[in-house]
Structure formats: C-alpha cells, structure tokens
C-alpha cells in the first residue's frame, strides 16, 4: 500500500508564496504519474498540475504561469511551487499518484490565502 505524505501548506498573504511538497514510499515512483488536486469549501475537487517522466507538465488554465510542479525521483517526491498567490487559491491541496493499476491520495494539506 502506497502512502503520500503532503507538507508546505499554511498561511499566507496574497502575492505571497508557499512550496508544496509530496513524499511517495512507493519504489515505482519513476513510473508514476503525479498530480495535486486541490479542493474548496462547497467546491468539487480539481485538477491543478500534473507531472510525468519528469519533464511532461501541464497545468489549470487559472494557474499558469504562477505555478510550477516539479519532481525528483531520487527523493520520491513531488514539488509544487505557489507563487503570486490569490485569495482564490485557498484550498486544501491533495497529491496523487496514479500507475496503470491504481491511484493513491494523500491526507492533504491545507493553503489559506488571506491578508
């Protein structure tokens, strides 16, 4: 059973940013393709970023250019850098890893945007 474990999240001002970060126990990470997905009070979860092979990106249209994911296989994990942060972004914000046989989810961490 694979388990994900997200850290970074917290407090911020707008304009602010925050690193988030996901550490897999998996030993097929390499194969994986990540995610966070984030969440709002009342809203449905939603797709932010997603990483494969790590070079292959893609991101929501409402963060481009103000979010970046990144990867590092060495230390199974997974980055999500935050930057010009709005109030808009608060969420509670979930990594995820899917294989071709499954997908896992983290417990979330959350991001208040607030001045």
């Known amino acids: 059973q694979e388990q994900l474990v997200e850290s970074g999240g917290g407090l911020v001002q707008p304009g602010g940013s925050l690193r988030l970060s996901c550490v897999a126990t998996t030993n097929n990470f390499a194969s994986a393709t990540m995610a966070w997905y984030r969440q709002a009070p009342g809203k449905q979860r939603e797709l932010v970023a997603t990483?494969?092979?790590?070079?292959?990106?893609s991101y929501t249209d409402s963060i481009k250019g103000r979010f970046t994911i990144s990867s590092d296989n060495a230390k199974k994990t997974v980055y999500l850098q935050m930057d010009n942060l709005k109030p808009e972004d608060t969420a509670v914000y979930y990594c995820?890893?899917?294989?071709?046989?499954?997908?896992?989810w983290g417990q979330g961490t959350q991001v208040t945007v607030s001045s």
């Open positions: 990483i494969f092979d790590r070079t292959s990106t």
């Open positions: 995820n890893a899917r294989y071709p046989y499954g997908q896992y």
